[in-house]
């Protein structure tokens, strides 16, 4: 059972360039996020999916885009990548009903140079 | 920004010792979680409490809950070295799907 799966773990980008950061969980989970990771700020959500078809803003939405491709997968994409968004990147899911628990992947590590 | 507030931010204990970590929250909650996160790893949830809950025990872990004070504090009982890590609260406002996490607490646990 491997739970939420991250890809890549580590990405080095040059100034402009863009990725996509991929996501996928094997739960059967409705809901996913993603957040970003920055010292002292702990984790700040970018974007989520409540269920499969919807996506809504978080908090630090400027710079990506997502995709709820099915219930599986989330991708979240930098179209133009900036050195504001070096970051460790952080995918979650969870059943989505109230009272329930969210389950993390183990990061992508992302430096934008 | 509805991002929680952790203190303290930092704390160094003696292996056997208890900590304690507290939460401050700004909004109408349907309930509030702990996760750990150990260096360069992913989050795991340890515990959730409910909005209509005041305390909740798991092992040697103690949460409280005030939704009138907006605030819970997560109590780690007889401390061990393997409990060195960060932690984190996380709440879900009423109504809402997002999950907001504040900012954390870094716990080392001295042997």
């Known amino acids: 059972n491997a739970g939420v799966t991250q890809t890549p773990k580590f990405q080095v980008l040059k100034t402009g360039q863009s990725m996509t950061l991929q996501c996928a969980q094997d739960m059967n989970h409705n809901s996913m996020y993603w957040y970003r990771q920055d010292p002292g700020m702990g984790l700040r959500l970018i974007y989520y999916?409540?269920?499969?078809?919807?996506?809504d803003k978080g908090e630090v939405p400027n710079g990506y885009n997502v995709s709820r491709l099915n219930k599986r997968e989330f991708s979240l994409r930098l179209e133009s990548a900036a050195p504001s968004q070096t970051s460790v990147y952080f995918c979650a899911s969870s059943l989505g009903q109230r009272n329930t628990e969210a389950f993390f992947g183990q990061g992508t590590r992302l430096t934008v140079v | 920004s509805q991002q929680g507030e952790e203190d303290p931010q930092a704390l160094s204990i003696q292996e056997g010792e208890n900590a304690t970590m507290n939460c401050s929250y700004k909004t109408s909650i349907n309930n509030l979680q702990w996760y750990r996160q150990n260096s360069g790893r992913g989050l795991v949830h340890l515990i959730l409490i409910r909005s209509n809950e005041r305390e909740k025990h798991s092992g040697r872990l103690r949460v409280t809950l005030d939704t009138s004070k907006k605030s819970s504090s997560l109590l780690i009982t007889a401390s061990r070295a393997a409990d060195t890590a960060s932690y984190f609260c996380a709440f879900s406002g009423a109504g809402s799907y997002q999950l907001t996490f504040g900012k954390g607490t870094k716990l080392s646990v001295i042997p």
């Open positions: 999916s409540a269920s499969e078809g919807t996506t």
